[in-house]
């Protein structure tokens, strides 16, 4: 079973906010929320993580509902260099093993000029 | 500015050589990972380590070998390559917790005619 849901695809002009939700109802209590993202023919691009709190940093915002089932990243200014695959990614803090980060199918964020 | 390298970035080789793939950090993170990447799979852990002479296999570790002998390199070795090895091969380093926040590589595209 997916630990997270995206949506496929979305769009957002050049200059504005761009939004990317991404749902977790089964989230456990010492799971954190971790976004990277792919860019074509590149490396996967560590992002953003966060428990509860909302986090901010140099590229973007992470914002966690109170209930933490769901949580939208937000790239202030995006910039058509932005466009890219966006994965959420849920697991435990120091978790992990012979899986490794495991991502689903992301968002393919395209940003229109 | 530190930073993670993947050589050679493209190879053609043949069925049934030994190839090895390059990974070479300078963040002197602890912990290093080989990652392949296929359409429809998304990222699968090969092999990681998270020290000098430790390593440890991943969800899809056959066919493939890692020696770390100093934190800044773990080579992965195809011991007799075959066509489903042709993939693009990406290597990751982190320092602290090994599964969040992981700085990826350029990556290799292999292919095994």
């Known amino acids: 079973d997916a630990k997270t849901t995206q949506p496929p695809s979305m769009d957002c002009a050049e200059g504005r906010a761009a939004n990317l939700p991404c749902n977790h109802s089964t989230i456990s209590g010492n799971e954190y929320v971790y976004w990277y993202r792919q860019i074509h023919s590149q490396g996967p691009q560590y992002i953003i993580h966060g428990l509860k709190n909302n986090e901010t940093n140099e590229m973007a915002s992470l914002i966690i509902t109170e209930d933490r089932k769901s949580s939208t990243l937000i790239l202030p200014h995006a910039t058509l260099r932005d466009t890219a695959v966006y994965y959420c990614?849920?697991?435990?803090?120091?978790?992990?093993?012979?899986?490794?980060?495991?991502f689903g199918k992301g968002t393919h964020l395209i940003i229109q000029p | 500015d530190a930073e993670i390298t993947q050589s050679p970035r493209h190879k053609i080789t043949e069925t049934g050589r030994q190839v090895t793939l390059a990974c070479h950090q300078t963040w002197n993170h602890n912990n290093m990972f080989w990652y392949r990447q296929d359409l429809g799979h998304g990222l699968r852990l090969i092999h990681y380590?998270?020290?000098?002479?430790?390593?440890n296999k991943g969800e899809v570790s056959d066919g493939y070998s890692v020696s770390r002998s100093n934190t800044e390199d773990l080579p992965l070795t195809l011991e007799s390559a075959a066509s489903s090895q042709t993939s693009v091969y990406f290597c990751?380093?982190?320092?602290?917790?090994?599964?969040?926040?992981?700085?990826f590589g350029p990556g290799t595209r292999l292919t095994v005619t």
């Open positions: 990751a380093s982190s320092d602290g917790d090994p599964w969040g926040e992981q700085y």
């Open positions: 380590s998270y020290g000098v002479h430790d390593t």
């Open positions: 990614i849920v697991r435990p803090y120091s978790g992990g093993g012979a899986d490794g980060l495991t």
